[in-house]
């Protein structure tokens, strides 16, 4: 009995041997490619990092527990070739294993580069790593050299998130400061800047500090900013305009103003 064999190259990677039998008895044998890619599972949902990314984190957490190799010897051989974008994502995977040291080396360097300019949410990414990690100075030290940054850009959604940051760490009176530095950079707070202090400040019993923020919120949003939402806020606002339109409303009965009655309801919601 004859047999033959066909190799079908379908892409590089792991080798399939099919047999196949025909009627006449012969019995013919087919190699097939299956590309090995298909298998690889990323890192993480939502993530890919690149070949020289995944090396280089691979080699900092080696160079981490060897004596042998220095951290120095990887940074220069591996993580300081890299481009922008692969620096990025391996600072960020090496937050993402807890690998805070290492990360916090790697943000030093990364803001030594040209390129680099502050960016709000790496930050609230490495102040949450290192808060749940108990390094709390090194998060203190983190913030002094946000304060020390030029050119921070007034990115609203990066201060709220470094304030939750913060406040997760319990480092009340680190977010407060953050949120007067937010000002100062000409990032106006909203509502939800306001509701990410006010809560943290309260579950801390920071009530000093508290009335503090307070006082800030009402500078923004009148007496009314503690109790009522976007929604309520617009039909307030709309109210108002329209009565400017026409006279003032008799002092008669149960009748009020719009807006005074959108108070009322608010203060009993």
Request: hydrophobic share 40%; with cysteine; aromatic share 8%.
């Amino acid at each position: 009995m004859s047999c033959f064999t066909r190799v079908n190259p379908v892409a590089v990677g792991v080798l399939h041997l099919n047999q196949m039998k025909y009627s006449s008895g012969r019995r013919m044998m087919m190699i097939t490619m299956r590309d090995r890619s298909k298998n690889r599972k990323p890192l993480q949902k939502g993530r890919s990092l690149s070949i020289e990314a995944i090396q280089t984190v691979q080699a900092l957490k080696r160079a981490s527990k060897s004596a042998e190799v220095s951290l120095e010897q990887v940074y220069d051989s591996k993580f300081r070739r890299l481009l922008k974008f692969d620096m990025i994502a391996v600072l960020r995977e090496l937050i993402r294993q807890n690998q805070c040291l290492l990360a916090l080396k790697v943000f030093e360097d990364v803001r030594k580069e040209e390129w680099y300019r502050p960016q709000l949410l790496l930050y609230a990414e490495m102040v949450a790593a290192l808060g749940s990690n108990g390094l709390l100075e090194n998060v203190k030290q983190l913030i002094i050299e946000l304060k020390a940054e030029t050119n921070v850009n007034p990115d609203l959604r990066g201060f709220n998130t470094l304030l939750e940051s913060l406040m997760g760490s319990n480092l009340t009176g680190l977010a407060v400061e953050c949120y007067y530095f937010m000002k100062s950079v000409s990032c106006d707070p909203d509502r939800q800047t306001f509701k990410i202090l006010i809560e943290g400040l309260t579950s801390n019993g920071e009530m000093d500090l508290l009335a503090v923020i307070q006082q800030e919120a009402h500078k923004f949003y009148g007496p009314f900013w503690d109790f009522i939402d976007e929604e309520e806020s617009e039909m307030i606002s709309t109210c108002e305009q329209s009565e400017k339109m026409k006279p003032p409303v008799s002092e008669s009965g149960l009748s009020g103003s719009c807006t005074s009655r959108l108070h009322q309801q608010a203060g009993h919601s």
